[in-house]
């Protein structure tokens, strides 16, 4: 079963405005990372927050994590048009599986001009 | 410039055809990955290598088969027993294979059935 599931599907913003995406989980994680696709092109790193952070920063973005509530959320500020991507959470455990890291569905977000 | 490559960009399976991606990194990473990503989804684990040698089913094996005889390479195969290949796959590596470091993702291989 899917482990993150990314919120909304799909935003719409104008630039110059900020998108928030919200990725829930559903059991204990290591860490959390959030991805970036170009459409036809492979994933890009974004971020890693640690089960033991609660914000990071770079650069435009930042990553929130609440552990109790098994959420995270990634902030992009003042958009632009070449921020129109997917973006995807990735959760990792510590279990079994050790080297596993559990991709969500994403949300396509287009920054009109 | 270090990076991941996969080739070929576009690739044609006839029926019953085996056919085989390529997966080439130049990261000295230890841990490589297939993931298979079907439209408008996110990626689904095929295989996993942690280390040269060894390799672990993801979520989706049945169908594909891999070998990790180079820590360079990580090749995939897609045999005539997977009955929808059609998708994008991406491979990916890390410096390790503990969950705990980012993936570095190639710009993928698009199949289609003729």
């Known amino acids: 079963s899917q482990q993150g599931e990314e919120d909304p599907q799909a935003l719409s913003i104008q630039e110059g405005e900020n998108a928030t995406m919200n990725c829930s989980y559903k059991t204990s994680i290591n860490n959390l990372q959030w991805y970036r696709q170009n459409s036809g092109r492979g994933l890009v790193h974004l971020i890693l927050?640690?089960?033991?952070?609660r914000e990071k920063h770079s650069g435009r973005l930042r990553v929130t994590l609440d552990t109790s509530k098994k959420s995270s959320s990634l902030l992009i500020t003042a958009s632009r048009a070449a921020d129109t991507a997917s973006y995807f959470c990735?959760?990792?455990?510590?279990?079994?599986?050790?080297?596993?890291?559990?991709f969500g569905d994403g949300t396509t977000l287009t920054v009109k001009p | 410039d270090g990076g991941i490559t996969q080739s070929p960009k576009y690739l044609f399976r006839k029926e019953g055809q085996n056919v085989t991606l390529s997966c080439e990194q130049n990261l000295n990473h230890d841990a490589m990955y297939w993931y298979r990503q079907d439209p408008g989804q996110g990626l689904r684990l095929i295989y996993y290598?942690?280390?040269?040698?060894?390799?672990q089913k993801g979520d989706i094996a049945e169908g594909y088969s891999v070998s990790r005889e180079k820590k360079e390479s990580f090749p995939l195969t897609v045999t005539s027993a997977q009955k929808n290949p059609t998708a994008f796959y991406l491979c990916a590596s890390s410096m390790t294979g503990f969950g705990n470091q980012p993936q570095h993702f190639g710009d993928g291989t698009r199949l289609s059935i003729l």
């Open positions: 290598s942690q280390i040269v040698n060894d390799f």
């Open positions: 990735a959760t990792a455990q510590y279990n079994t599986n050790a080297g596993k890291s559990t």
């Open positions: 927050i640690r089960s033991n952070e």
